[in-house]
């Protein structure tokens, strides 16, 4: 499985924008790029994915860059709600197992 | 609706007996997916299913039993617990060969004694 590396833990404070790095340099050609968080006690959640393109929902941002070695996730304001581990997958659309390895993650904390 | 749903939410247990945690999905996904987090907070796939067909089996230990009698519910059998296998068990499900990814259901804590 290709691999990703996140750094362990990153501070923001409330109602700024707050920037997750994540390196993936061995992803393959048909591996999407998936985020996840999880708040303290509940499963991971889905938050984005991309490919090639950065793609915008309600909850994030997805900056992918051109050699697609990397993906930054994007947070515009961050609330304490948003204070979570969060999670970069890759996710092997060609494959029926859909295994993705999650990581070590980075913890988020938000200070108000 | 729940997506996910995972019975029981906490488990407490002694040494040596056998349990089942059941998990349900209703999003007509083909696989599912179950996890172990541990107290060092790491996230590590035990068993995926697609199509009630086992595809993924990591080193797990053979007492853990996993059962799919249809592509919605995938349990978890645990036999002779021990105490490492306290933990909280995450069951997941997604749609197989594209890029969506995995809904998580809300964890089963299981404390063995």
């Known amino acids: 499985d290709a691999k990703t590396t996140q750094p362990n833990s990153m501070e923001s404070n409330e109602e700024e924008p707050v920037h997750l790095p994540c390196n993936h340099s061995?992803?393959?050609?048909?591996?999407?790029i998936h985020w996840y968080r999880q708040l303290p006690s509940q499963g991971p959640e889905y938050v984005i994915h991309?490919?090639?393109s950065n793609v915008n929902n309600r909850m994030a941002s997805l900056a992918i860059a051109e050699d697609r070695k990397s993906s930054t996730l994007i947070l515009h304001r961050a609330t304490l709600r948003d204070a979570a581990v969060y999670y970069c997958?890759?996710?092997?659309?060609?494959?029926?197992?859909?295994?993705?390895?999650f990581g070590d993650g980075t913890t988020l904390t938000v200070k108000p | 609706d729940t997506a996910v749903s995972q019975t029981p939410k906490y488990l407490v247990t002694q040494m040596g007996n056998d349990k089942s945690i059941k998990c349900e999905q209703n999003?007509?996904?083909?696989?599912m997916y179950w996890y172990k987090q541990d107290s060092k907070k790491f996230l590590k796939i035990m068993f995926s299913?697609?199509?009630?067909?086992?595809?993924i089996n990591e080193t797990v230990p053979n007492r853990f039993s996993p059962k799919s009698p249809d592509k919605a519910h995938l349990n978890l059998h645990i036999n002779s617990l021990e105490l490492g296998d306290s933990a909280v068990y995450f069951c997941?499900?997604?749609?197989?060969?594209?890029?969506?990814?995995?809904?998580f259901g809300p964890g089963t804590r299981l404390t063995v004694l």
């Open positions: 997941a499900s997604s749609q197989s060969r594209g890029p969506l990814g995995q809904f």
């Open positions: 061995t992803i393959s050609g048909t591996d999407y």
């Open positions: 991309g490919l090639t």
């Open positions: 997958i890759l996710r092997d659309v060609k494959s029926n197992a859909g295994k993705s390895t």
């Open positions: 999003l007509g996904h083909d696989t």
């Open positions: 299913y697609n199509n009630k067909e086992l595809i």
